[in-house]
C-alpha cells in the first residue's frame, strides 16, 4: 500500500508562486503513474500534471506553462511548481499513483488507487 503525504500549499496573491511536494511512502518508479489534481469547492477532481514512465510530463491546458511536475526518485518524491498563480487555481491539491506499466495518458483521474490527504492552494485576487 502506498501512502502518499503531500506538504507545501498556502494562501498567495495572483501572480504569486507556491511549491507542493509529496512524499511516497515506497518505491513508485518504473511501474507507476504518478500526478498531481486538484479539486475545488463545488467542481469534481481534475488532473493537473501526470509524469509519465519515460519522464516526460503531461499538463492540463489550464495551467500549460505556469506549472512544472517534477520527480526525485531517490528522494521517492513528486513536486509540483505553481507559478504565476490565479484565484481560479483555488482548490486542493492532491497527489495520486497507480500501479500501471502502460502510459499514464490513458488514467482517468478516478482510476488512481492511492491518494494522498491534500493540500489547500489559495489564490486571491
Known amino acids: 500500500q502506498v501512502q502518499l503525504v503531500e506538504s507545501g500549499g498556502g494562501s498567495v496573491q495572483a501572480g504569486g508562486s507556491l511549491s507542493l511536494s509529496c512524499a511516497a511512502s515506497?518505491?513508485?518508479?518504473?511501474?507507476?503513474?504518478i500526478g498531481w489534481f486538484r479539486q475545488a469547492s463545488g467542481n469534481e477532481r481534475e488532473g493537473v500534471a501526470v509524469i509519465d514512465h519515460d519522464g516526460s510530463a503531461t499538463y492540463a491546458d489550464s495551467v500549460e506553462g505556469r506549472f512544472t511536475i517534477s520527480k526525485d526518485n531517490a528522494k521517492n518524491t513528486l513536486y509540483l511548481e505553481l507559478n504565476s498563480l490565479k484565484p481560479e487555481d483555488t482548490a486542493m491539491y492532491y497527489c495520486?499513483?497507480?500501479?500501471?506499466?502502460?502510459?499514464?495518458?490513458?488514467?482517468?483521474?478516478?482510476?488512481?488507487?492511492?491518494w494522498g490527504q491534500g493540500t489547500q492552494v489559495t489564490v486571491s485576487s
Open positions: 515506497e518505491y513508485t518508479n518504473s511501474n507507476y503513474c
Open positions: 495520486a499513483a497507480i500501479a500501471w506499466s502502460y502510459s499514464c495518458n490513458y488514467v482517468a483521474p478516478a482510476d488512481y488507487t492511492y
